[in-house]
């Protein structure tokens, strides 16, 4: 039997192994999954995505909603009493398609309109005699408290996308989607700016280019030829977040230095693209 073939057979039956003591009902723990886990991987028949899906399943269940919730100040809103040119320019520019409608005060939360509904009635002429509130649907309320993984489920249960989020008072305190949730169990959901992992910065088709927040200062300075200091910040994107001095909504921009910065991808916690134009 050559070297080879007793290496393979011998880490073959270390995983064999470990996957008949992960069957055999003796006492198991997280660590003790993720080494089969891991195993699996080195053996191949495991992909390093589908490893990373597993994980982001398991971390989901000691996750909490407060994580991942979008805030109520960075949440569109929008009041019932309010009239189609009071309110569809912003659900034009906001690109989203539910948004919290509230009564007297933002804290009294009535139900959820959905994009989708205006659109008939838009066409037809009919949206300017059309009340807010004969369009919204009624909407989840869950505690900051609650479980990534008992969200999803209640998600899927009762095919709803999108849930307001309450403080221990009762008062909203952010929302979170179903696309949230899974973001943490797959990854970011890429969009039409997204560039793969092996680059940081990418050249845009005129002048500008599409750059990773997490691009090292140092790197961007290489690229572009520019002094911006790391006594600071570590990444361009954490000089962008400075510069805001609040975490920025995407499609803001700012201008540091000779360069503009426009926020192409963010979340409640980070900015993740940006696009970045020289001015001279």
Do not use: W
């Amino acid at each position: 039997m050559s070297d080879e073939h007793s290496r393979n057979g011998s880490s073959g039956k270390t995983f064999l192994d470990k996957i008949s003591h992960f069957l055999s009902g003796e006492p198991q723990n997280r660590k003790e999954l993720l080494e089969i886990l891991n195993t699996a991987l080195e053996n191949g028949l495991l992909d390093h995505e589908a490893l990373g899906i597993i994980q982001g399943a398991l971390q989901v269940s000691d996750m909490k909603v407060r994580e991942i919730m979008i805030p109520r100040t960075q949440s569109v809103m929008i009041s019932i009493n309010a009239k189609p040119d009071e309110y569809l320019d912003r659900i034009v520019e906001s690109t989203h398609s539910r948004f919290p409608v509230y009564g007297e005060t933002q804290d009294d939360i009535e139900g959820l309109l959905l994009a989708k509904d205006l659109l008939a009635r838009a066409a037809t002429g009919k949206l300017e005699k059309t009340q807010l509130k004969n369009l919204i649907r009624p909407t989840t309320f869950i505690p900051e408290s609650k479980r990534l993984n008992v969200l999803l489920r209640e998600f899927r249960e009762t095919r709803t996308h999108m849930a307001i989020v309450i403080d221990e008072y009762g008062i909203m305190s952010g929302l979170v989607t179903i696309e949230d949730v899974l973001e943490q169990i797959v990854g970011e959901i890429e969009d039409e700016h997204d560039i793969d992992d092996e680059h940081l910065i990418k050249q845009g088709k005129t002048k500008e280019f599409i750059v990773k927040a997490v691009t090292p200062i140092d790197d961007f300075n290489e690229h572009f030829n520019a002094s911006f200091s790391d006594s600071e910040f570590d990444t361009i994107g954490g000089i962008v977040l400075g510069c805001f001095g609040r975490l920025p909504e995407r499609d803001e921009t700012i201008e540091v230095d000779s360069f503009s910065f426009k926020v192409l991808n963010a979340d409640n916690r980070a900015i993740r693209l940006l696009e970045v134009t020289p001015l001279s």
